[in-house]
């Protein structure tokens, strides 16, 4: 686990943060849909993302979801933190997007580097910037943009994380994470088709180079 630590985090932490991570960090492999975290579960480690995606959700009263961001390689979930730092429940549901490995954190860490590693410290506060830019850009997605437009981004954000031009959802799923109907989908989606943006086939969708 050590030479993962070094690759990925090396850049970031100090020599003795490293072995510290080393010695209480447990290595996890999850496959893609994997649930990590359910919406009202107590947080007991904090995850640092080495492989792979993990698409974070929330959740209105009526059980719907809405995709909030992706975690990638070198990222952790700031509303984890604040819920290990809180001792509260998680208002997050987070799915592994694609195959992923990632360091499992006990929570009781978390004060005690934060105190003693200025790069834990700025590692944190890094974090809680990058999460808060992207919640704000999702807001921005769904108080500016056309579904279209909204649909269309969607798509090219999945492509990337997956490095892979095949979208393998169905309209229902990406209906689900963006928060709308799957009617409203297969709509847009044959608009998108027609415009030479996709392919459309069964419960995959192939971008075209945009």
């Not at 090396?10 to 447990?26: A, D, M, R, S, Y």
């Not at 006990?106 to 999460?131: A, D, G, L, T």
């Not at 850009?137 to 769904?142: A, K, V």
């Amino acid at each position: 686990m050590i030479q993962e630590l070094k690759d990925n985090y090396g850049h970031l932490f100090e020599e003795g943060l490293l072995n510290e991570i080393n010695q209480v960090g447990t290595f996890k492999e999850i496959p893609e849909g994997f649930k990590m975290m359910e919406i009202g579960q107590y947080v007991r480690a904090m995850p640092l993302l080495v492989s792979g995606a993990i698409k974070i959700l929330r959740e209105d009263g009526d059980g719907d979801e809405l995709l909030l961001y992706f975690l990638e390689k070198g990222d952790t979930c700031a509303m984890t933190l604040t819920c290990c730092l809180g001792q509260t429940k998680s208002e997050i549901r987070a799915i592994a997007e694609t195959d992923a490995k990632l360091i499992m954190i006990p929570i009781e860490k978390m004060e005690e580097w934060s105190e003693k590693y200025k790069s834990w410290r700025s590692f944190v506060f890094e974090s809680y910037h990058n999460r808060l830019n992207e919640m704000l850009e999702t807001i921005d997605s769904i108080a500016f943009l056309k579904m279209d437009e909204r649909l269309l981004k969607y798509l090219l954000e999945k492509s990337r994380i997956s490095n892979d031009k095949t979208i393998h959802n169905t309209h229902q799923q990406i209906a689900y994470e963006l928060h709308t109907s799957r009617v409203v989908v297969s709509r847009l989606l044959k608009k998108l088709e027609t415009l030479g943006k996709i392919e459309l086939h069964r419960n995959s969708i192939i971008l075209k180079d945009i």
